[in-house]
């Protein structure tokens, strides 16, 4: 069964995505993450690519023309030192909130 990614979460997927991988074009981010999930989060291709136009307005972001590897044009989006900051207080966000979460289920 696959499961929407959810709200909120896809920008810091894709930010330490690509701040692990390098440049990457928006179908090898969404199937990066796909892989990760053990193919149990879908990732709809119309939604990371707002993301990825939402990640270069706030400049966390830049993107390139390259090749893909199966030589056709493509755009390839690198984070940003600016993204890497945003990355460090989104994970730390994350983990605390991730945190609550987890106490609150563990409630009798």
Known sequence: ?????PQGTLDLMVLKTLDAMGPQH????ARRIEQLSEETMLVNQGT???CLVRL????????EWGLSENNRKAKYYSISKAGRKQLLAETENWARISGVIARVLDLP
């Open 1 to 5: 069964m696959k499961s929407e990614v």
């Open 26 to 29: 928006g179908y090898g981010i």
């Open 56 to 63: 270069i307005q706030k400049g966390w972001i830049t993107s």
């Open 48 to 50: 990371i690519y707002l």
